[in-house]
């Protein structure tokens, strides 16, 4: 059995799966609950100085996709509503109640070295593991200055960063905006300022949609909207890019990442521990279905890491980094072609007029009567694999790579590239 | 004995539910998931099972964004009759058995429900979506009222033609109003339907007018620029067999017909035990609805097995589901009857010949009946087109012959549905009407 034990920034958790700062984390009851359902760890929902902000109603957006819900979703809440004692009287209840479990602060309070020293302090007293900084809010926060406004800009992350490790023996994750043109500025910073990990990403400045009758964004407040955080299945690509482009920068070698951004089950866990992380922090999937869905995270990845030989999680942890190369380091005469399994085919011709008008030509389209066949045209086809994605059918159509048939090539060494590196005749 | 026949067998409201809507709509939600399963295939296989060639990938992807109108009328574009062939059309032998999906899992994507979702809302919001033409001036007759009949009337109106329906019965729609099962069209939508499809203007219909008895085939070429002929089947074939004019045997279609015109089911009698003969859509139709007016056992006894049936095997199941039992390989020998009333049905065991068609085999068997229906088929009665006593049109294997365009023998005249050859299905009908509609607006145009 696999043990999915794991120390990140010297924080132990029995596993992996921690809840992110949000709703599901912000009080002692959801915390409790979520506990009890098995999950390693959770980072408290952000707390900021007194008097506590105010939200609105309604708050989230989302959108579906062919039928399923919170394909992606967003929303338009600010940090913890609630007064910083009672947060902090729960947090020491619960350590105090959980101590196997990992128990984060996320915090975020104005610009100004006092501010942190202060609630650093109070937080300190509860007992609790570390403490994350919430640079990433792209809503509400940011236009106080706070949260992404922060993020943003790489100076103020490492200066804040700095301050904590000043004020506070507690492990300090920096957790990451992806609001940025390139996340290795912010996370090159945290580090500089001394952080101990990086969790990311917070979520994506968004609209979700327009409702078309009241003419004003979702979701709607009193006749009008504002822009909002987007997370879930849908920022995935997103945030597994950005957590590799640390997990290969140079800078960052060491520095324990958090992945967040759509997790929803335990493949999607697995990913971002092959691209780097040490753990992974979930917010939506929960709140979509609850917090029973750990059970099967933890089923899930013990029996894939069973199948796979891995005992623990650093056993596999990043070791897709090193096939994550920039384009000019890919093979260009590497070849691969579609492969149709007619045994399969179910006529639907996705693959062909996929193909036919918006790619190449490489699929034909054959009747005898009403008997439909698709057939790959080899000689066209470049091994785009468009087909193989619209094809409704697992395994139905397949790439198949072909025989090396010359040496590797690459853009660097590519005949059409000006700037080619030439042998020198010697 | 006497033959236990009595109104009433089942309480009211289990009556009303008896012939309420059997598969009830699915719901916009229901709908909207349902839709995501089609593929949006590239030159679906389900077109081209549709006999009115609807393009269903693309209405349904229409219900998946959320534009109702334009799903409604790409059907009703296709099939004017759009709403009760969602309710009528067997999909499992059309448009449902060639979606990939049932290669691929045996489950389609229900297109039948998907098209009753797309009708139904267009006709809730508002009047007939199609506008005519300017008028031509030309004046074209169409005989019966039935989805033949109309939907050829509808095209031609659409064009600007001036068309007259003369329809013998009282009420339009044909078998959907006469014949259809009461629960596949229930709450009266045959005669809604037709008032839709009537909404568009520039057809009038004359009820109570009979070809061959108010007025002859050359009359109507003398007064109109064309003719379509949308007769159906006007007679049931007998059993041929001793018996068949005591009380309690009838035709199935006749007893159907009351069925779905009686003002209030409860008083209509039914026999406790009714056997029905036949291996079609009527059987299954007369055999269910018998159960469902309370009839305690019903039996449907076929001559060969269940693969040869007419009847699809999903109305071959339903009709099991409603606790009707099916008997294969059993022919009618003779009617029994005390006192004039029939009581009972004498059947031969039989079995396949040589070429699979069924030869008895001597052994008999008795089955005890209040009333038997017979559905043995419906043939198609030339009489009305005879002028002056003489057949006015040729015939092809007893029903008019029509070419590719439903063109008769006579010029001008055309016809469509079950009184010429093919499947006798309502959506094949209305196909015939649509291209005969097409054939005399070309004619007429020059
Ligand atoms: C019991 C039963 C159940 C059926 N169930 C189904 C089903 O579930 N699904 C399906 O697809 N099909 C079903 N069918 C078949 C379907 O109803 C027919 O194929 C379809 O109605 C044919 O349409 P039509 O217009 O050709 O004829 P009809 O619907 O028969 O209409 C003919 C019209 O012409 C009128 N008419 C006839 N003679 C004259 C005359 N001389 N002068 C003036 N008017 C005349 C008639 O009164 C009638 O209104 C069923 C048929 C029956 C009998
Ligand atoms: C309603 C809501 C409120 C959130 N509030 C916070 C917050 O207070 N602090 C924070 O750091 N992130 C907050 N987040 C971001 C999440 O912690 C997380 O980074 C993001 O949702 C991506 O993860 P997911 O795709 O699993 O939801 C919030 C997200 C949601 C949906
Ligand atoms: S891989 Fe691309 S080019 Fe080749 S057949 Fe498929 S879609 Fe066409």
């Known amino acids: 059995m696999a043990d999915l034990a794991t120390t990140f920034a010297g924080i132990r958790s029995p596993n992996p799966f921690w809840l992110a700062s949000a709703p599901p984390t912000d009080k002692e009851y959801n915390v409790v609950r979520a506990f009890e359902a098995g999950w390693g760890g959770v980072v408290w929902k952000t707390l900021g100085e007194d008097p506590p902000i105010v939200n609105v109603a309604s708050r989230y957006g989302a959108v579906s996709y062919n039928g399923a819900r919170l394909a992606g979703f967003n929303n338009i809440e600010l940090i913890t509503d609630r007064p910083l004692q009672v947060n902090l009287d729960e947090i020491a209840r619960v350590k105090r109640n959980w101590p196997d479990r990992a128990l984060v602060v996320s915090l975020m309070v104005p610009c100004e070295e006092p501010s942190w020293k202060q609630i650093l302090a109070r937080v300190e007293d509860t007992g609790c593991d570390g403490v994350e900084l919430n640079f990433g809010c792209p809503h509400g926060m940011s236009e106080r200055n706070m949260g992404s406004a922060v993020g943003q800009v790489p100076e103020y992350v490492e200066m804040v960063t700095a301050w904590c490790k000043h004020h506070s023996k507690l492990p300090v994750i920096v957790k990451l905006t992806p609001n940025v043109t390139n996340i290795l500025a912010p996370a090159r910073a945290a580090r500089a300022g001394g952080a101990d990990a990086v969790s990311l990403i917070n979520t994506v400045q968004s609209i979700t949609a327009v409702d078309l009758d009241r003419m004003a964004p979702e979701p709607v407040v009193d006749g009008k909207g504002t822009h909002g955080g987007y997370c879930g299945p849908a920022v995935r690509p997103i945030a597994l890019r950005m957590l590799a482009d640390i997990a290969r920068d140079e800078a960052m070698q060491g520095l324990p990442l958090s992945g967040i951004g759509g997790v929803g089950g335990w493949h999607d866990a697995a990913e971002f521990i092959a691209l780097g992380a040490g753990n992974v922090q979930v917010c939506t999937a929960a709140m979509h279905h609850g917090f029973r869905i750990v059970e099967d995270m933890i089923d899930g990845l013990s029996n894939w890491m069973d199948g796979k030989g891995y005992r623990t999680i650093v056993d596999f942890r990043g070791a897709a980094v090193r096939n994550y190369v920039h384009w000019g380091d890919l093979n260009l005469n590497f070849r691969t072609l579609a492969h149709i399994d007619q045994s399969l085919c179910i006529r639907c011709g996705l693959c062909y007029i996929a193909c036919e008008d918006t790619s ?54 590519h005949p059409n590239n000006p700037q080619r590196v030439t042998e020198t005749a010697e | 004995m006497t033959a236990d026949i009595a109104p009433g067998r089942v309480p009211p409201a289990e009556l009303a539910a008896n012939f309420a809507d059997a598969h009830p709509p699915l719901s916009p939600h229901e709908a909207l998931v349902e839709a995501s399963r089609c593929y949006y295939c590239y030159d679906a296989p389900c077109v081209e099972a549709c006999p009115t060639g609807i393009d269903i990938p693309a209405f349904i992807r229409k219900i998946g964004s959320n534009n109702l109108r334009g799903s409604a009328l790409k059907i009703l574009e296709a099939n004017i009759f759009g709403g009760s062939c969602a309710r009528v059309c067997p999909t499992e032998i059309l448009c449902e058995a060639a979606c990939v999906r049932t290669a691929e899992e045996d489950r389609p994507v229900r297109i039948g429900a998907l098209q009753r979702r797309a009708t139904d809302w267009l006709m809730e919001h508002g009047p007939s979506p199609f506008a005519r033409e300017a008028a031509t001036g030309k004046r074209i007759a169409v005989v019966g009222a039935g989805p033949a009949g109309l939907a050829c009337a509808h095209r031609l109106a659409r064009y600007g033609h001036a068309v007259t329906v003369f329809e013998a019965r009282a009420k339009p729609g044909g078998l959907n109003e006469y014949g259809i099962a009461a629960y596949k069209l229930a709450d009266d939508f045959a005669q809604r339907e037709v008032e839709f499809i009537l909404a568009i203007g520039g057809v009038a219909v004359e009820y109570g007018k009979s070809l061959g008895r108010d007025f002859n085939l050359a009359e109507l070429r003398r007064d109109y620029d064309a003719v379509f002929l949308g007769l159906g089947l006007g007679g049931a074939r007998p059993l041929g067999i001793t018996g068949e004019t005591l009380a309690g045997v009838r035709d199935a279609v006749d007893f159907i017909a009351e069925l779905r015109q009686v003002e209030d089911k409860a008083r209509l009698p039914i026999g406790r035990r009714v056997v029905v003969i036949g291996g079609g859509n009527t059987a299954i139709d007369a055999a269910t609805q018998s159960r469902r007016l309370g009839a305690e056992e019903v039996t449907i006894v076929y001559r060969r097995g269940a693969a040869e049936m007419s009847a699809t095997h999903k109305e071959q199941d339903w009709a099991q589901m409603n606790g009707v039992k099916i008997r294969h390989w059993a022919a009618p020998l003779r009617l029994l009857g005390e006192g004039g009333q029939v009581v009972g049905i004498e059947f031969t065991r039989t079995r396949p010949d040589r070429n699979g068609r069924a030869e008895p085999t001597g052994e008999t068997f008795v089955l005890p009946a209040d009333m038997v229906f017979k559905a043995v088929g419906q043939v198609f009665v030339p009489d009305p087109l005879r002028v002056d006593g003489v057949p006015a049109l040729e015939l092809d294997n007893g029903r008019i012959a029509v070419d590719a365009e439903r063109r008769t023998s006579l010029p001008g005249v055309y016809a469509g549905g079950d009184c010429v050859a093919g499947v006798d299905l309502t959506v094949v009908a209305v196909q015939d009407g649509k291209i005969a509609a097409e054939a005399i607006h070309r004619a007429l145009r020059g």
Request: with cysteine.
């Open chain 1, 360 to 413: 190449h030509q490489a699929i034909a389209a054959r009747r005898e009567g009403s008997a439909r066949r698709y057939e790959v045209v080899e000689a066209e086809c470049v091994g785009c694999n468009l087909c193989a994605h619209v094809c409704p059918v697992d395994g139905c159509i397949t790439m198949v790579p072909q025989p090396a048939s010359a040496p590797t090539l690459t853009w660097a060494e």
